[in-house]
Structures are given as structure tokens and as C-alpha cells.
């Protein structure tokens, strides 16, 4: 028979954080009565005490399965069979791999289970005879097993935060884009762990004010024991933005409450909101504002990445302009070749912060037409054996232009070579195009689709079964055959009508040729 019950209940409900849980496993209900009445005001380090109660091993394990912070255990040994205590304690660290709850065996017939052999042979912390447990030695050995779990959990807690900061920190100083996340998770939970404090605790950025100039938030948010996910959030978020705009930060604090500016300069775009359920010593105070400083320079960094990476985005763009311009296009080619190449890129396993990448580098793949003179360009009619390979150099101008600039690898390796080909028949090298990376494969296909769909003086757009038709023609030959079965899967899923649509319009009419 199983019996579950949670003592102090509408605490809990508020946060479980604010108690200690206490699972105590016997088949004698007195034991669970007596124990219920002797820890009735138990109270350490600010938290009360929840009880959990099972009657039996088996029960035990279904309680531990949906209580997995359980501090303390006070487990019988003989229930339902002789040594089901002791098979609980083996199920507990073996099994759930549970280091952190501390187990004190109780037992009312230690000559079936000796203390000696279960303190040698078993992971526990404490056994000890019903009869030596009286109301001030269970206060007692409950006190001191709670110590023990709550220092072992502020050990883990400094290596878990450790080990996120140390993670995301050479990421940080390279200013890379996505680990900011898990920076301000690692610096939350040192604070957590080295100031003792309670799990409600968070730290984040104010929303809209961390911004670069086209309107791109950081919005990053760290907060502890689920906290993120609660109302409550959102209330300590707006009273911790308030308080910092109106520069009310200090005024705020009390004797285990902090709020904590994050500032880039003299202007405020964050926050490190502390609640512990004890004073505060000038130690946490200064800890705290040491981390606080470190997650401003994170900010600060991150803003200056987002500054170069949209000057960079511009750069490209600029360029790929000054190609379409030739053209008598501003962008809209492009743009449908950018997206064309992200969409086929996700469907093809990339992920999508790589797939960015690529589009922005798809964006040059014709950069090298600066080069190439507009009477070849803007020729109405067919082009003579002279003609074609004067434009055919557009790649290879393509290349020396971006060879200046190593981020701009990828970019150039497109430019150069989007027009080779499945069978080695393309150009400038005739390579085979599968030596060539997945990303020259897509652009391969998706600007010969734009090409076919768009229109031109000397023809008329094509129809989509038609253009459609053509890509599956090249497939093994012309094209890579898998980067067309992901084309061609998303092309009659619809995910191209709106790029399709673009192509078709007077505005992106392109007099201008692709070779």
C-alpha cells in the first residue's frame, strides 16, 4: 500500500524552494506520527521542513522519482521484505545516480541488518536504532544531514555555474553570437551557490534597451529552480526595470535583497535580481557586484559583435548591389538567391545561425559581373563564342575581389565556382562540383531556378513545371542530386511561392543575363 503525504503544502506551493524536503520510509505508521510531531518546528537556515511520507521501499521509489531534490531520507530497513531498506538505498545511488540526498537507516531490529556491515557496505550517511531516537536526537541527526545536503549542493552548484562560465567565456572574448545564454546561466548560478542563497534569484537585460541600430534586442534572461517560467518573473522583471530606469537601484536593496545594474557606460540595459532567505554579508554584496560587472562586459561585448556583424551584413549587401546595379536590379535577385539557399540549407540538416551565413555569402555569388562589360551584360540577343567567354570571367574577377578578406572564404568560393558542374563539364576548372562545399552545390541550383523563372528580354519566364522540370533534368549531371531531391521537396511544398511570386514581377525585371 502506498501512502504519500506533503506536510506544509501551501508553502510549497508558493516555492519549493523555501523548504527542505524530508522523505521518511517505514511501514509503521507511529514511526511516521512521531516524526511528524518531533520535527514540527524544525527550521534550518531559514527554510521550514517538508515531509514526504512512503510505506514501503517500493513506495519510496515512485516518490523519489517525482521528487528529485529530496535532501533527506529516514529509511527503515525491513517493510516489505527483509532488506528492502537496503535495496532502496542501492536503487537510490546506483540507479537514480542520486549523490546529493543524504540517507539515515533507522531501524527498530538492527540484528537483521548489523550496523557495521551496512555502514561498510552501503553509501549512507547515519544508522541508527528506533529506540536511540528521541525527539531531540532526531532533531539533532535531521539538522545535521540537512547541513550536509545543502553544502555538498552548494559544492555542485560552484561546479555546475563554473563549468557554464568557463564553457561560454572563450566564446564571450571572441564575441561570438550564441553562448551569452549560457554565460549568464554559469555566472547566476555561482552567485547562487557561493552566497548560500535561495533559488529565486534571476538576471537579464531590459527588454528594447540593449538594441543595435536596426532594432535587434538582446534579450537574455537567467533565472533559477524554474523560476524563468513563473509570473512571479515577470513581476520581479518589470519591478527590477522600474527601479533601474529610475535609477532607484541602491535605494531598492535590503538585508537579503540586492538589485544590480548592468550598465554598458553610464547607461543601464540589465539587471541581477537577488533574494536570499538570509542577511546578506558585505562579502555576498561584493561577490555579487563583482559577477554583475563580469555579465556587463559580456553585454558590452555582445553589442560590439552585433555592431560589426550588421556592418559586416551591410558590406555584403553593398556589394552584391553594386553587381545587380549592372543589372538594373537593387536586390531583388539577390535576396531571392539568399533566401533560397538559407531554406535549402535547413532542409539539408544545417542549423539555421549556419544557414544565415550562407545566404549572406550566396549574396556575392555574382560580384564578379562589376568586371564585365554592360554591352555583354545588357545584349538583348545570343551571345557569340567571344561574348560568352568574356562573361564566363566573372567568376574568376569574382574571386579576386573577395580573396582580400578571410571572412569572406566562403563568399569566394561560391563567386568562383557556382558555375561548375555534377560532372566536372562546368567552369572556370571543370571541377566536380561534389569537391566543391554544399553550399557552392545550392547556389548551383538556386540561381539557375531564379534564372529560369525570371524574365528577360530575349525570353519570357518560365513556367514553374517547366523550370522545375529543367533542375530534375540536371540532377547527376549538372546539379548535386540530393541538394535537387531538397529543392524539389520544398518547391512543392509551397515554401518558394512567395520568393517564385518576387521573380515574376515588372519591379525585379532583370535585362541583364546569366551565363
Known amino acids: 500500500m502506498k501512502l504519500v503525504k506533503r506536510e506544509n503544502a501551501g508553502a510549497a506551493q508558493v516555492t519549493q524552494a523555501l523548504t527542505w524536503k524530508l522523505l521518511v520510509v517505514d511501514d509503521e505508521p507511529d514511526i511516521h506520527t512521531l516524526t511528524q510531531l518531533s520535527l514540527k518546528d524544525f527550521r534550518f537556515a531559514g527554510r521550514t521542513l517538508e515531509v514526504l511520507h512512503a510505506r514501503s521501499g517500493y513506495a519510496a521509489r515512485e516518490v523519489l522519482g517525482e521528487h528529485p531534490d529530496i535532501a533527506v531520507a529516514l529509511v527503515d530497513v525491513v517493510m516489505e521484505t527483509d532488506d528492502a531498506g537496503l535495496r532502496l538505498v542501492e536503487h537510490i545511488r546506483s540507479e537514480l545516480k542520486n549523490e546529493m540526498i543524504r540517507i539515515v537507516i533507522r531501524t527498530g531490529q538492527p540484528g537483521v541488518a548489523p550496523e557495521r556491515f551496512v555502514i561498510d557496505h552501503y553509501d549512507i550517511d547515519d544508522y541508527k536504532d528506533k529506540t536511540e531516537l528521541t525527539a531531540t536526537r532526531l532533531y539533532t541527526t535531521v539538522r545535521t544531514a540537512i547541513k550536509s545536503y545543502r553544502d555538498l549542493k552548494t559544492i555542485d552548484l560552484n561546479r555546475i555555474g563554473l563549468s557554464h562560465v568557463l564553457a561560454a567565456a572563450p566564446d564571450i572574448y571572441r564575441l561570438a553570437g550564441t553562448s551569452l545564454s549560457q554565460f549568464f546561466e554559469g555566472v547566476l548560478t555561482q552567485i547562487v551557490g557561493l552566497c548560500n542563497l535561495s533559488e529565486v534569484s534571476c538576471l537579464g537585460t531590459l527588454d528594447g534597451v540593449v538594441a543595435t541600430m536596426d532594432g535587434q534586442e538582446v534579450n537574455i534572461h537567467a533565472a533559477c529552480g524554474g523560476l524563468k517560467d513563473t509570473g512571479r518573473f515577470e513581476q520581479i522583471r518589470d519591478r527590477c526595470t522600474s527601479v533601474i530606469l529610475a535609477g532607484n537601484a541602491e535605494a531598492s536593496c535590503t538585508d537579503n535583497l540586492m ?30 557586484h563583482v ?134 563539364k562546368g567552369y572556370p576548372e571543370g571541377r566536380p562540383s561534389r569537391e566543391l562545399s554544399l553550399l557552392t552545390r545550392i547556389v548551383s541550383v538556386v540561381d539557375v531556378f531564379d534564372a529560369l523563372m525570371s524574365p528577360r528580354p530575349y525570353k519570357t519566364a518560365w513556367t514553374v513545371e517547366a523550370a522545375a522540370a529543367e533542375i530534375e533534368a540536371g540532377a547527376g549531371t549538372q546539379f548535386d542530386p540530393t541538394v535537387v531531391a531538397a529543392f524539389m521537396k520544398l518547391l512543392r511544398n509551397g515554401a518558394f511561392d512567395e520568393h517564385i511570386e518576387s521573380s515574376r514581377t515588372g519591379a525585379n525585371l532583370r535585362v541583364g543575363r546569366d551565363a
Open 259 to 288: 538589485i544590480v545594474p548592468l550598465a554598458i557606460g553610464s547607461k543601464p540595459v540589465g539587471f541581477v535580481y537577488i533574494e536570499a532567505q538570509h542577511q546578506l554579508t558585505n562579502s555576498d554584496r561584493n561577490l555579487i
Open 291 to 424: 559577477l554583475a560587472q563580469q555579465c556587463s562586459s559580456a553585454l558590452e561585448n555582445k553589442r560590439l559583435h552585433l555592431e560589426v556583424q550588421e556592418s559586416f551584413d551591410h558590406a555584403i549587401d553593398m556589394l552584391a548591389e553594386v553587381a545587380e546595379f549592372k543589372d538594373k536590379n537593387t536586390g531583388g535577385h539577390i535576396s531571392r538567391i539568399d533566401n533560397y539557399t538559407r531554406t535549402v540549407a535547413i532542409e539539408l540538416g544545417i542549423s539555421p545561425d549556419e544557414a544565415d551565413i550562407w545566404g549572406k555569402a550566396s549574396r556575392l555569388h555574382d560580384v564578379g559581373k562589376v568586371g564585365i562589360s554592360d554591352a555583354i551584360l545588357q545584349k538583348p540577343g545570343a551571345l557569340t563564342s567571344e561574348e560568352f567567354e568574356e562573361i564566363r570571367r566573372h567568376t574568376k574577377i569574382g574571386s579576386s575581389i573577395l580573396k582580400h578578406d578571410k571572412f569572406m572564404s566562403l563568399a569566394r568560393e561560391v563567386a568562383t565556382s557556382h558555375h561548375e558542374r555534377w560532372d566536372g
